[in-house]
């Protein structure tokens, strides 16, 4: 599906087909195989904060308090201007089921392709792909309770807790924990991730990785 989302449709009608379609899968179906909920009860009475590349909404369906959820990458639940005119977002959730139910021959109706309401141009996910990714009110409040919630925890007794992290972005999660984990002699790093469970020399004292299935892993704690 990650894929696909690159291919070159001809046409609006033909690209919303598949976004919708992908879109629902990924955001409005209730598909958790159960760890989050399993993670959830793990951390509901601890002091926590999520910070997340992920756009599948799925903490939130699990339990987690939204005011301590950071999605930095955007959110499958949200349009924006293709532009952008403006930092705003819109929420999806009717437009998306209405192309999926009316399309036909894997294209929409060209009346239900999702337009900016201010600028009229055509919408597009809100996914951080470039320069144009919007950063609305609600994120730079995500981004304001983050760093709060760090600087509360400077040099305190913290676990930096890395699940399923890659190299693919890890600029935003990875190497900052890294980095805190080096800077305060307090703090663990706990690496789990099913063939890429690696931490720096300089932080193995302070780190535990785990190479395994997250689930497993997260059955057995």
């Avoid at 349009?79 to 819109?90: A, D, E, I, L, R």
Wanted: charged letters at 25%.
């Amino acid at each position: 599906m990650y894929s696909g989302g690159f291919y070159p449709f001809e046409t609006l009608e033909e690209h919303w087909a598949y976004w919708s379609r992908y879109i629902y899968i990924n955001r409005y179906m209730d598909i958790d195989n159960g760890v989050y909920k399993r993670l959830f009860e793990l951390v509901k009475d601890k002091d926590y904060f999520v910070l997340t590349t992920n756009v599948d909404h799925q903490f939130q369906k699990a339990g987690f308090n939204k005011h301590r959820l950071f999605y930095t990458q955007g959110d499958y639940g949200l349009f924006q201007c293709s532009k952008p005119c403006c930092q705003k977002t819109y929420d999806n959730e009717e437009c998306v089921k209405d192309m999926l139910e009316f399309q036909e021959d894997m294209r929409i109706p060209t009346e239900l392709i999702p337009r900016c309401p201010k600028c009229g141009k055509p919408m597009t996910m809100n996914l951080r792909a470039d320069n144009t990714f919007v950063q609305d009110e609600g994120w730079y409040r995500a981004a304001e309770r983050y760093e709060e919630f760090l600087r509360r925890h400077k040099n305190l007794h913290i676990l930096f807790l890395e699940l399923g992290v890659g190299y693919n972005t890890p600029a935003i999660i990875k190497y900052p924990f890294w980095q805190m984990t080096a800077k305060n002699p307090k703090a663990v790093y706990s690496c789990l991730n099913f063939g890429e469970a690696v931490c720096p020399k300089e932080i193995e004292s302070q780190s535990i990785c785990i190479n395994s299935d997250i689930k497993k892993a997260i059955d057995i704690l």
